[in-house]
């Protein structure tokens, strides 16, 4: 699984460069776009129109007009004709320059990286859900008893009980056991834990049983209570024998920690 992991991380990061070689690129390409676009622009504005030449008179009536000039004499009665202009008498005038205005002003274009930012969201998140799915289908894979194995031994074993201190007083119609019981330190918090008294007679044979709960409800680790647990008998009883329920009603286990000399009587 952890190769699998390592190979869709692998792919994620290559995927994310190659992205990243891609924006360089297409930022560069619009700039160099952009610098030459702004040079022709330039280019085209900086050009004027070539100056045209004014044309000269016609060698025809050069003489006409200078015979004329010369001559003191004019009849009065003559109609002055007019000769008619031709074309190439015409003057031809120079255009004044016109205002481009903003013929030549680039247009200003909106930023691309929203669009590139969107992509690049997309793609990741598609790698994404692709690893999960990947990751997903591998825990389905594994078998059931492999995970129980490996949850096992995080389970600590439960810490017996220990039995500190045991009396017994045998009347005509009871039995009763006192006592104290511990938590060890490195137990876990318990409550409402029950005593079990179990009696029984010469020959071994069971009389009775009882039981009652703790004096304190909760037994924290490293905390002690007392019990008192009555037994009602009317034989002789020759030994007995406790015991520690939770409330499941689940036995808990208990180990003797009495003085060797208090073991002495009934058990």
């Known amino acids: 699984m952890y190769i699998l992991l390592i190979a869709v991380t692998a792919i994620s990061l290559a995927i994310a460069a ?17 610098e030459a676009r702004v040079a022709a622009l330039a280019t085209m504005s900086a050009m004027t129109a070539a100056p045209v030449s004014r044309p000269q008179r016609s060698a025809e009536t050069a003489p006409a007009a200078a015979a004329a000039i010369s001559s003191p004499v004019v009849r009065a009665a003559a109609p002055r004709v007019h000769p008619q202009p031709r074309l190439d008498d015409l003057e031809i005038r120079r255009a004044e320059p016109v205002a481009v205005g903003d013929l030549f002003a680039e247009k200003e274009h909106g930023s691309p ?23 997903s289908m591998s825990d389905r894979k594994t078998p059931a008893p492999a995970r129980a194995a490996v949850a096992t031994p995080a389970t600590a074993e439960p810490v017996p009980l220990e039995l500190t201190s045991l009396r017994h007083l045998q009347q005509a119609q009871s039995l009763t056991v006192t006592g104290l019981v511990q938590n060890p330190r490195t137990g876990a918090p318990l409550s409402r834990v029950v005593v079990t008294a179990f009696a029984f007679g010469p020959d071994g044979t069971f009389l009775s049983s009882s039981r009652a709960p703790l004096d304190f409800t909760t037994l924290a680790p490293g905390d002690e209570s007392p019990f008192v647990v009555t037994v009602p008998v009317t034989g002789v009883v020759s030994r007995y024998r406790i015991g520690f329920r939770a409330e499941d009603g689940g036995v808990i286990a208990h180990v003797d920690k009495r003085a060797p000399e208090a073991l002495a009587g009934l058990r």
Request: zero cysteines; a positive charge; charged letters at 20%.
């Open 18 to 34: 190659g992205l990243a070689i891609a924006l360089v690129k297409l930022v560069g390409d619009d700039r160099r776009r952009s």
């Open 113 to 135: 990286w929203g669009r590139r930012v969107a992509v690049m969201g997309a793609l990741a998140a598609v790698v994404a859900a692709i690893g999960f799915a990947v990751v």
